[in-house]
């Protein structure tokens, strides 16, 4: 089930999530420090203009998306499903939901050039790359005629 965060608890939730998708991203970046913990983060993201979903199954927390207002449109700005429940579709679900949230809106993300498997993902979902520079693509999702 995915549902639209809006308590403490699911905040601290997805603070954890993001704190683990930021060490995952030391595979590609070694420039973040191996410490690194985010905290309080959502909590003072979800009322401004933002969307932050949690997945869960059985009220096990399994992933989240985020995305925030961001130039003429709005950016997701955080993926991650917990590695004990990856390859069972759920980015691809979690993803899905936002890009029906945000369905007006021009939608961007970006993700790593090396980081092969996201970039899959969001291209077999309709994004392509509108700009390529320092190892990072930024990508515009391409509304398709099975979205309507």
């Known amino acids: 089930m995915i549902i639209k965060v809006d308590n403490i608890e699911d905040c601290q939730i997805c603070d954890n999530f993001l704190t683990l998708l ?21 909590i003072n993201m979800i009322k401004k203009d ?3 979903l949690l997945y869960k199954n059985k ?14 449109g709005y950016l997701i700005n955080g993926l991650y499903v917990d590695v004990n ?14 890009i029906k949230q945000l369905k007006d ?3 961007y993300l970006v993700v790593l050039k090396a980081n092969e498997k996201a970039f899959n993902l969001y291209q077999k979902l309709g994004f392509v790359v ?10 515009r999702y391409q509304k398709r ?4």
């Open 22 to 42: 930021i060490q995952d991203e030391r595979t590609y970046n070694n420039t973040i420090e191996e410490g690194f913990v985010v905290k309080d983060y959502f």
């Open 85 to 98: 429940f990856r390859n069972q579709g759920i980015a691809t679900k979690l993803m899905k939901e936002i």
């Open 130 to 139: 509108i700009s390529d520079a320092n190892n990072k693509l930024l990508m």
């Open 145 to 148: 005629d099975e979205d309507e």
């Open 105 to 107: 809106n021009l939608i």
């Open 59 to 72: 009220e096990i927390p399994q992933g989240y998306v985020f995305a925030k207002k961001w130039e003429d």
């Open 50 to 52: 933002t969307i932050l």
